[in-house]
């Protein structure tokens, strides 16, 4: 099994605009948390992190 540093490539990176700017039109779609993490590869804790701090809301569908 992998250690949690080594299950995501870009472990610990930060945020690109881009990334953000995508994070928000995810959002706005009402996206799954699983699917937004997917498109921007990385982890749903990341996105979630994310998503709290830029004050957005995250679908909770699986």
């Known amino acids: 099994m992998a250690k949690d540093n080594e299950r995501f490539e870009r472990h610990r990176q930060p945020w690109t605009t881009d990334e953000v700017q995508k994070l928000h039109?995810?959002?706005k779609k009402e996206m799954?948390?699983?699917a937004i993490a997917k498109a921007l590869k990385r982890s749903e804790e990341s996105v979630r992190d994310r998503a709290k701090a830029d004050g957005l809301t995250i679908a909770k569908l699986r």
Do not use: R, Y
């Open 25 to 27: 039109q995810f959002a």
């Open 32 to 34: 799954a948390l699983k």
